[in-house]
């Protein structure tokens, strides 16, 4: 979905590791109808090619400070005025410290000086470089400059490190920087979620979960922040890192996200059920390993219902606009239609997991809205586009 459209974006590749993943910043930014030009640093040269950063943007890459050729055509002052946007993605702690100091000693450095785009830094780097005491200060002062400061997130680094400094995703970089222009339909509007699957411990190491990568509620929870709400995310355990501006409450089990949930909802103006929450758990929780037995092949595992967290919320006598979802391998409409009435929610959103439309771990995912006035199919798109369209409609009823 293109919100705004030939939006001029200058990509800033500075040196780490986390520049290969330019090339898919600079065709994210394209797919959302931006045009890109991309800088090269001398260190961004050691991780990635012009020849590769030309080849996705579609224009020559802009690598020197004086190059009399590139000062006859577009030189650095002109490709200052030209950016709406600048993005240096990644941004290294040299290149932090650079902009903090007001250093202009190459060309990207002396652009960021000369424009008055809005400027954006994506950091990335090794996570002890990350927290040392000097990269957080110039970090201050970036940030005083009035530079936007995307990320990092945290997780495996390529050094072999786990902690904060991996760079961003290219995508939600790319969302950051071509997302604006989004109706504020839910400004100022509480939006509870939960995502994500839920742990229910057998004993200290093992546990029965659900197939569920996060991402759908994810998407959500960033495309009502981009929307304008305040959001929460109530998380079972997955491998994404927070949305930009989104709180989140990592929660494991059912019950904790229940709990979680209950001591936000009054409060809260929608509430979207995205978590695939497991509908048993173990009776008992073993408080030591369970060890395997010598003399029996098979084990029984007794389990009780869990909460269902929708329908409680659902029962609410003042509750929020409650959405849930519908995941089905089979007669999706019939089932989601059923839930609508038994858990007595406004919406629910049917989504086939079977086949080849399975939107499990998939970036893609096709809906249909279920509701008391029909049924909507929603068109394809990526997790965020359906988000979108998917919030559009739930603005409609907070506002009837
Ligand atoms: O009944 P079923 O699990 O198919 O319903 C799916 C919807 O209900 C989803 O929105 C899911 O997040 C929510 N749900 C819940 N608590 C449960 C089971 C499902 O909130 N225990």
């Not at 943007?57 to 650095?76: I, N, T």
């Not at 954006?120 to 780097?125: E, L, N, S």
């Not at 079977?354 to 809906?367: K, L, Q």
Request: negative net charge; aromatic residues 4%.
């Amino acid at each position: 979905m293109n919100f705004r459209k030939n939006k001029r974006v200058l990509v800033g590749v500075t040196g780490g590791i986390a520049a290969y993943k330019s090339p898919e910043l600079v065709r994210r930014l394209r797919d959302r109808g931006c045009e890109v030009r991309v800088v090269l640093t001398e260190g961004g040269k050691n991780f990635i090619t012009a020849l590769t950063l030309q080849a996705v943007s579609g224009y020559p890459v802009h690598e020197h400070l004086l190059d009399s050729d590139a000062e006859s055509g577009m030189g650095h002052i002109e490709l200052a005025r030209w950016a709406d946007d600048i993005v240096v993605a990644p941004a290294t702690a040299n290149f932090l410290a650079k902009i903090a100091h007001g250093t202009a000693d190459d060309l990207l450095s002396t652009l960021i000086l000369a424009t008055t785009a809005r400027v954006a830094v994506a950091p990335a780097m090794n996570q002890q470089m990350w927290s040392h005491p000097a990269t957080q200060k110039n970090l201050q002062a970036v940030r005083d400059l009035g530079v936007e400061i995307i990320g990092p997130g945290q997780g495996d680094q390529a050094c072999g490190e786990v902690g904060p400094g991996r760079m961003t995703e290219p995508d939600d970089i790319a969302q950051r920087i071509a997302g604006d222009g989004i109706p504020q339909r839910l400004s100022g509007r509480k939006v509870l979620l939960t995502a994500g699957p839920t742990w229910e411990a057998l004993d200290p190491v093992r546990g029965i979960t659900n197939h569920s990568s996060g991402k759908m509620g994810y998407a959500l929870a960033q495309a009502a922040a981009d929307m304008g709400a305040i959001v929460t995310i109530v998380s079972g355990p997955v491998s994404l890192s927070a949305p930009e501006g989104v709180d989140v409450v990592p929660v494991q089990s059912a019950q904790n996200m229940l709990d979680a949930v209950m001591k936000r909802v009054t409060e809260t103006d929608v509430f979207i059920a995205v978590a695939a929450v497991a509908d048993y758990r173990p009776a008992d929780v073993s408080e030591q390993k369970i060890k395997k037995s010598d003399s029996a092949d098979t084990m029984s595992i007794t389990m009780v219902k869990n909460p269902d967290i929708l329908a409680s919320v659902g029962e609410q006598s003042e509750r929020p606009v409650t959405v849930g979802f519908a995941a089905e391998t089979e007669n999706l409409l019939q089932n989601a239609r059923k839930k609508l009435k038994s858990k007595n929610v406004d919406m629910i959103v049917a989504n086939s997991v079977s086949g080849e439309e399975s939107a499990f771990g998939s970036d893609r995912n096709r809906v249909t809205l279920v509701t008391p006035s029909g049924d909507e199919p929603l068109q394809d798109g990526d997790k965020y586009e359906v988000s979108m369209q998917i919030l559009s409609r739930i603005a409609d009823l907070v506002s009837s």
